[in-house]
């Protein structure tokens, strides 16, 4: 964690060290409405030139893609320019993508300002966009220059359901890295008394993970806790037009994981339990019946991470451990999560 200042230095220092002479700022209109001056001390040491994309998921699409590569080509940027994402997990995944397409390779940093994005989208170096509703249909792995410190400052405009979306993605960590983060999220009173050691443990414990399995072929598997269900029930609100954020699908996710992971007879009932009871306790958690089931099965079958047809799972079995890559049948899923008719 660090402040403006040192973030600035930071750059500065990285700037000099690598013979940086031009940096293009990607970010979306929120961010910069609230932080247009964020960088402006950079301007002393390098020629920036910024690049503002709209706001929200809608936009991680490869026609935002194919207008930011326009650009980069209308105003003759060469290979030794370096791209710096400043915003959520949004810009983060396009700006990947595009540092990682742009004449073959070009140089990037994240520089996170949601929490969803500090403890997980700007870290790992997977990024991409949405094809059809279907999340991130299209990316590369490609990673950034260097890792910057977070600056919690950026928390405080953040408005609060995506301060709880964020909060989606740490409940998820916790879930699969650490039994005291869970009490500790459990005993918080408010999320605004979340530390700076909650938000800490998590960027570690994905870098320690990543570190391991760079390219996502099997322990990285366990990050996705939550996601197989939760990016369904993202893609198929977004395609109905009830659109959800990432975080607040990926708890639902975390949810009927959770509870296919006790009903697989992994997970002891006391800790489902009480996973049960902290998770109704912090977000809404809808109902999947057989019918919706069947409306996610298309998305949950486009899941990367499946082979032969089965769909692939993290489960847990205790709160603070995971494995990955459990192949389970559409039928045994349907029977351990959807309430009897
Ligand atoms: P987001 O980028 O859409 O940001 C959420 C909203 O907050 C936006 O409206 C944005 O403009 C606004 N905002 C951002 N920072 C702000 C600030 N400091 N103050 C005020 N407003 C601010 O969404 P997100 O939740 O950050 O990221 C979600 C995306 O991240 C999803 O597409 C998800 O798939 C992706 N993701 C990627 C990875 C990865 O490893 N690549 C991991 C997790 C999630
Ligand atoms: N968000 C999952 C991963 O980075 O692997």
Redesign the pocket.
């Known amino acids: 964690m660090m402040n403006r200042t040192g973030i600035i230095r930071l750059l500065v220092d990285f700037f000099r060290r690598e013979s940086i002479r031009q940096v293009i700022i990607l970010t979306?209109?929120?961010?910069e409405k609230?932080?247009p001056d964020y960088f402006s001390e950079l301007t002393g040491w390098v020629s920036v030139d910024k690049v503002v994309l709209p706001?929200?998921?809608q936009a991680?699409s490869m026609e935002t893609t194919v207008s930011v590569w326009s650009r980069f080509v209308d105003r003759q940027y060469d290979k030794g320019v370096l791209l710096l994402n400043f915003?959520?997990?949004?810009?983060?995944?396009i700006g990947?993508f595009v540092a990682s397409t742009y004449k073959r390779g070009i140089r990037f940093v994240n520089f996170?300002?949601?929490l969803?994005?500090m403890i997980?989208?700007s870290?790992?170096g997977?990024?991409g966009v949405n094809v059809h509703h279907v999340?991130?249909a299209v990316g590369t792995f490609y990673f950034p220059d260097i890792q910057l410190p977070v600056d919690l400052k950026?928390?405080e405009?953040?408005?609060k359901e995506?301060l709880k979306?964020?909060f989606g993605?740490l409940v998820k960590y916790a879930l699969i890295g650490s039994e005291k983060l869970f009490n500790d999220l459990d005993a918080l009173p408010d999320l605004n008394s979340l530390k700076e050691e909650h938000i800490g443990f998590c960027i570690d414990f994905k870098r320690k993970i990543v570190q391991k399995d760079p390219n996502d072929t099997g322990l990285r598997h366990i990050l996705n806790y939550g996601h197989t269900i939760g990016h369904a029930i993202e893609s198929y609100s977004s395609e109905a037009g009830t659109p959800m954020?990432?975080?607040l699908a990926v708890a639902q996710g975390l949810y009927y994981e959770s509870l296919l992971s006790a009903k697989l007879g992994r997970l002891p009932k006391e800790e489902w339990e009480h996973i049960d009871r902290f998770l109704k306790k912090q977000f809404d958690i809808m109902p999947i019946t057989d019918k919706f089931l069947e409306k996610l099965t298309p998305y949950m079958l486009n899941d990367k991470k499946n082979r032969n047809n089965l769909v692939n799972f993290t489960l847990i079995d205790h709160i603070g451990h995971a494995d990955p890559d459990f192949q389970i049948a559409l039928d045994t899923l349907a029977r351990a999560i959807c309430p009897l008719p």
């Open positions: 979306d209109e929120n961010v609230h932080y706001a929200g998921e991680k915003g959520g997990g949004v810009i983060c995944d990947g996170p300002t949601t969803l994005a997980d989208a870290v790992g997977k990024n999340k991130n950026l928390l405009t953040l408005p995506e979306s964020g993605e954020s990432h975080g």
